[in-house]
């Protein structure tokens, strides 16, 4: 391309759900109650495990640390959807741009550790119950936690680093609802080759490992269960696992299907519908799906409303 008839970009539009016209105020209105949503469940879930000392355990600061991290992922993105939705104007400037999505990477990511910390505990308290006290302290807690903080942190800000210093020219016009890396891409003039590869590689990497040690620690605690004598055994000890496997499975499946392809297989309709999952509708479901099949939480709610 011509450099002469290169511009450089100071701000991005945001063009999300523009393309429904009349709708958006119900779309308005239904993500707002979904972000409602998002904030109560996840707040009296940490609430909850904060004051009742029944709860502080490693699973449970997990769970709490997961709620903060969903209440964190999905304030990243969806008020400013709500504001875009309401307004004419829909541009976001460029130092927003990368802002927004070094942080939507960075705590998103963070999700798919924790999870894979939920899973490990889980494999400790089966696995090996007499060494849980020594391999799921307070310290190893810490420990595991923010080193996954660093981890996260330094692949989004590498990720961002590389985007924002790609050359930007022609049209501004973002076709989602949050600057996500595989529509930005399309607006670049640069050689997208390394880039392309890296983002391919590294989304592999930072999800897969995670993912890999899931499934690994569910091969032991299957194996565990199996040799398990009775059926109530069997039935009582996978039920502790059971609501993680689903936030498992729905946050996985949203999640790759996005970011795990080359960019230039994304369809902008399927991206927002997959995109809207992972960063709205299951931030909403976890406290309800942990709460509602764990009975130390409703009892830990019941308590809190009885006083």
Request: net charge positive.
């Amino acid at each position: 391309m011509d450099k002469g008839n290169q511009t450089t970009l100071t701000e991005f539009i945001l063009l999300g759900f523009s393309d429904l016209g009349e709708h958006q105020k119900f779309l308005f209105v239904l993500f707002l109650m979904m972000y409602i949503l998002t904030l109560f469940g996840n707040i009296i879930i940490v609430t909850l495990i904060v004051k009742d000392s029944c709860l502080h355990t490693p699973m449970y600061y997990l769970l709490s640390c997961l709620s903060v991290v969903d209440i964190g992922f999905t304030s990243t993105t969806i008020p400013n959807l709500l504001i875009n939705l309401l307004l004419e104007g829909k541009t976001i400037s460029f130092m927003g741009c990368f802002t927004q999505m070094f942080f939507a990477h960075s705590i998103g990511n963070m999700d798919s550790f924790l999870l894979a910390l939920m899973a490990y505990d889980r494999y400790v308290a089966i696995c090996r119950p007499l060494h849980y006290t020594m391999m799921m302290n307070i310290k190893m807690l810490l420990f595991l936690v923010s080193g996954s903080w660093v981890i996260v942190c330094l692949h989004s800000l590498h990720y961002t680093v590389r985007t924002s210093r790609l050359t930007y020219c022609g049209s501004n016009k973002i076709y989602h609802f949050y600057c996500e890396i595989a529509p930005l891409l399309k607006l670049s003039c640069s050689d997208l080759t390394i880039i392309t590869l890296i983002v391919m590689v590294e989304a592999g990497f930072i999800l897969g490992v995670p993912f890999l040690c899931i499934v690994i620690s569910y091969v032991h605690i299957l194996n565990t269960i199996i040799k398990m004598p009775t059926a109530i055994a069997k039935r009582k000890t996978f039920s502790t696992c059971s609501s993680h496997i689903a936030v498992v499975t729905l946050f996985y499946w949203s999640t790759v299907s996005v970011f795990v392809r080359p960019p230039s297989s994304t369809s902008v309709l399927s991206d927002r519908f997959l995109s809207l999952m992972y960063l709205a509708v299951t931030p909403m479901l976890n406290p309800f799906i942990y709460s509602l099949r764990n009975k130390d939480v409703i009892g830990a709610l019941r308590k809190a409303l009885g006083r």
